[in-house]
């Protein structure tokens, strides 16, 4: 039997092509989407790497062989396929590595409304099916093949965010985008056609080798270009895309990074402002700003872990309005509770659009507290790590524990946050503090324990 543990993550299928999946994997993947979820119809887009193609041609016709109708929408970024599945009402599939590099392609997949495919909601089913097939030989073809048609959709994409967010009245603004050579160069000049916007493109050319740099804003050296750009050109703001567009970063017009808490804050406010007294969902690492902005403006925050299947879920059981993660993802209740970086960023235009200041002026009521950012330590004995911090603090006055997502301990002017990674022997550290001082000597405080 074969075995996809390398491949099939939590939340998707990801790897080297061809060295751990291929068309002949892909073509068994579509089979089992199709044969799992019961859909007689599906929609499938790509990014712009050059295995792209041939993999999702073959899930295609896998989930064509199985009897199901296919609409093949091409090139798109995530949350335009997010878009099509929540419009046409059909289960979905994406082919992309999100950030990953070149060598790397995956699957990200989607019930009908753009609902979440993770282990807990088919993907394990999808996992055993492809296993068995692999081993024993896929199952006869449907007694009548569905037929596969070709879509454009990038227009009603453009629409539907147009519609959510109006920048037609804002003030002209000057804005450099980064697309790091992924589908931000395809989705960006048709969203912003005709907007009172002068667009400074950098690394628009759809490119899936990456030549100019990683598509992972989050890491500060993919973001240097960008800010070098809006120094020197004297922008209002920066915008950087991931690879497949689903997250975006931004520096203001000093060419700082802005952080995604603020980014948040800053959005749930205007949610807030059109959905009076609505929930707003934050995991439990972004900044204490998040609910108190959220509580400010009349609404409801919700803690959760880490993850997107954790902040849908709760959308979805709450009939949150919006939700927000440190990573730069952010889910929208009139977006199919979907992460769409590009709702996020038409957000921050409007806003910085619709007064006179500065970005930095107007993202500092958002961004209150001082903060380490995620740091990394490598760890063998990751449950003993966090059972030796534990120990240390349970008993401390003035703190108390949660275990929500690994080891959350609170005190009055700070908290602290250490998780495990899922795929790697890390623990992952994050600080917030009423200032610098104190969040330096809380890191150091955990990491010599969490480094003994």
Same mark, same amino acid.
């Given at each position: ?146 037929? $596969? *048609? ?5 227009? #009603?994409? %453009?629409? &539907?965010?147009? =519609?959510? +967010?109006?920048?037609?009245? !804002? ?91 603020? $980014? *948040? ?5 205007? #949610?807030? %402002?059109? &959905?009076?007294? =609505?929930? +707003?969902?934050?995991?439990? !690492? ?101 059972? %030796? ?64």
């Amino acid at each position: 039997m074969a075995d996809l543990s390398q491949i099939v993550k939590a939340y998707d299928v990801r790897g080297v092509v061809p060295a751990q999946w291929d068309e002949s994997l892909a073509e068994l993947f579509g089979a089992a989407f199709t044969e799992v979820t019961g859909a007689d119809a599906i929609v499938i887009g790509h990014d712009m790497r050059p295995s792209s193609p041939g993999l999702s041609g073959a899930f295609a016709r896998g989930a064509s062989a199985r009897g199901a109708t296919v609409t093949l929408i091409g090139l798109c970024s995530t949350d335009e396929l997010y878009f099509a599945s929540g419009a046409l009402g059909l289960p979905g599939a994406m082919f992309t590595a999100s950030h990953n590099p070149a060598q790397y392609n995956g699957i990200k997949m989607c019930r009908a409304g753009a609902a979440p495919v993770g282990q807990d909601t088919g993907l394990a089913d999808i996992r055993a099916l492809v296993e068995r097939w692999s081993d024993e030989g896929a199952p006869e073809p449907a007694a009548h093949a569905g037929t $596969i *048609t070709r879509r454009d959709v990038l227009g #009603e994409y %453009a629409a &539907h965010l147009r =519609g959510l +967010v109006d920048l037609s009245g !804002i003030r002209p603004l000057k804005v450099v985008v980064d697309a790091g050579n992924g589908m931000g160069g395809h989705t960006v000049p048709t969203v912003f056609e005709g907007l009172p916007l002068e667009l400074d493109a950098l690394y628009f050319e759809l490119d899936g080798s990456f030549p100019n740099h990683e598509a992972n804003p989050l890491d500060p050296k993919n973001i240097v270009d960008l800010q070098a750009r809006v120094r020197e050109t004297g922008a209002d703001l920066g915008l950087a895309f991931d690879g497949d567009a689903d997250r975006c970063f931004v520096v203001d017009e000093h060419g700082d990074p802005v952080s995604p808490s603020a $980014i *948040t804050a800053l959005v749930a406010a205007r #949610e807030l %402002a059109k &959905h009076p007294g =609505g929930t +707003v969902i934050h995991n439990l !690492i972004t900044s204490w700003s998040v609910p108190e902005v959220v509580k400010e403006n009349g609404g409801k925050p919700v803690r959760t872990r880490v993850g997107h299947s954790f902040i849908k879920e709760e959308m979805a059981k709450t009939g949150a309005i919006f939700g927000g993660e440190h990573s730069a993802h952010y889910y929208f209740r009139d977006f199919w509770n979907a992460d769409t970086g590009m709702l996020a960023a038409m957000h921050v235009l409007a806003a910085l659009g619709g007064q006179q200041g500065p970005l930095s002026e107007l993202v500092a009521q958002y961004d209150r507290y001082a903060a380490s950012g995620e740091i990394n330590s490598t760890v063998d004995d990751q449950a003993g790590r966090l059972a %030796a911090l534990k120990a240390g603090y349970q008993d401390r006055a003035g703190t108390t524990l949660d275990e929500l997502d690994g080891l959350t301990v609170t005190a009055d002017d700070w908290w602290f946050n250490v998780r495990a990674s899922n795929t790697e022997p890390l623990l992952r550290l994050n600080v917030e503090a009423r200032d610098a001082a104190t969040v330096d000597r809380v890191r150091d405080e955990v990491l010599a324990i969490i480094r003994a």
